[in-house]
């Protein structure tokens, strides 16, 4: 059977900006701070001719909608006082310096009514990445306090003001932001935008230093054609079934767990196999097994648009469980949906259905198994019984996967076990990460879904870069929760390449290898 085209176009992309972007910039500066203190096309352009890879623009469904600029400078002129039009050259980032060791941060524009899409923290993640991969000493900028004006009367003066505020005291609109995205304050900024009277002309001086470039072992990297974060944030949701009484209701409970999530900074949050058969309770029909699955399916639509919107606007990467997916033939497939915060989605298809799959719900199984490029790096997913099988991890691992994610979905601590002792063997064998998320609760009535039994988990390779035991976090069984782990991408290829073991190099090639055949080619 032929594979359908997957969705692969983006509806949000973080990239570099243009000579083309100009007149939108032009417009978009206007609308944030007036036509008058906007930045003109001049500008625009002389910050993109001395250093054009330091600016980024968010666009979202072909509308510009975010902008930075950045350019490069010497630690003495970072560090030392200054105003924003001498340290910019009057914003035309003129005394950039191509030997410059800090990244300079010198704009951040959001457009008013996308300002609940987390667009500017996109934005600071593109600067960090470009920071790390220039090997830069960190980023510096002036920070706006415009709480200040108002508090003024209260704390005296601005030092006490922003003391207050970095002791966690006070809450300032974008100082406290700047705190919670890892910038340091390192002192204040007088007269750095004199016409900016909220902040009675003050600055933080803010920055943010490359962990890379502190104490880090020199160890060789992942190899990767993009830029790779040290330290990805996974989250696990343990998600309790039961009963609702429409889909509103579903997308609630979906949203809060994303939410949730991306309120703790999680770079991707995964939910369990099969987590809409929930759905089935709304009408709480007396259905066949086989008609009740494909009444699930005419969701579709409504599942695949609401994880995306939710990726998008939460600015987080979902592996949103599975859903089981009528194919064009007829054919009932158990699909994860991937929805990236690009607004982009993939899809993985379980290719091993358990014996109870295939004889109550006639669920027939994928044929292929690919990773999926992420702005973490690729990753893949293996739903349920596939952990079971170690030449699936090992053909998403050879393809380059970091991460391996696991819904499953299993009624009794034996089945559950099975798949959490498989995993923590591909995450070993493999020397990768895997995070796993299961189903707890009841749903009676609801034909073969009847008990559930969950302990999520985020596990690591067994060697001295991960936890002692190989777990990175773990739950309470059969309780709803939510998982958090970071996961260090240097510390894979640490063990890979100088571990106690090192599985991946020690393979024998000359003795064995694993080889994907297509169905095509199994038929001829």
Known sequence: MAKKNQEHTPKLLVREATPADVPALVDLTARVYTPEWGHSAEMLRSQQTHFPEGQFVVEYEGKIVGYCATFRVDEATALAAHTWMQVTGGGMASRHRRDGNWLYGMEVVVHPDYRNMRIGQRLYQARKRLCIDLKLRGIVFGGRIPGLARSIHRYGSAEAYVQAVVEGKRRDPTLSFQLSNEFEVVGLLRGYVPSDYDSLGYAAHLVWRNPQLLDHPDIPSIPSTQRLPDMVRVASVQYQQRRIRSFEEFATQVEYFTDIAADYSADFVTFPELITLQLLSIENAELSPVESIRKLSQYTPQVKELFSRLAVHYNINI??????????????????????????????????????????????????????????????????????????????????????????????????????????????????????????????????????????????????????????????????????????????????????????????????????????????
């Open 319 to 524: 592996i949103a469980g599975s859903h089981p997916t009528e194919q064009a033939n007829g054919d009932i497939h158990n699909v994860c949906y991937v929805c990236l915060r690009d607004g982009s989605i993939h899809e993985q298809e379980k290719i091993h259905p358990t014996p109870s799959e295939r004889t109550v719900w006639n669920i027939t199984g994928g044929d292929t198994a690919a990773t999926i490029l992420t702005d973490c790096g690729p990753i893949g997913v293996m739903i349920c019984y596939d952990s079971e099988f170690p030449e699936v991890a090992r053909h998403l691992t050879d393809q380059g996967a970091l991460i391996l994610f696991v819904p499953f979905c299993t009624d009794v601590r034996e089945g559950y076990l099975r798949v959490r002792y498989c995993s923590q063997a591909r995450a070993i064998e493999n020397q990768c990460y895997v995070v796993l998320s299961g189903n707890v609760g009841n749903l009676p009535g609801v034909n073969n879904f009847d008990i559930q039994y969950g302990q999520s988990c985020i596990l690591t390779p067994s060697d001295f870069p991960f936890a002692r035991d190989g777990i990175a976090a773990d739950s309470t069984p059969n309780i709803e929760t939510v998982l958090f782990a970071d996961l260090h991408l240097e510390s894979l290829a640490r063990a890979r390449n100088a571990g106690a073991v090192q599985n991946l190099k020690d393979r024998r090639f000359d003795l064995y290898e694993t080889r994907w055949t297509r169905k095509s080619e199994a038929k001829s």
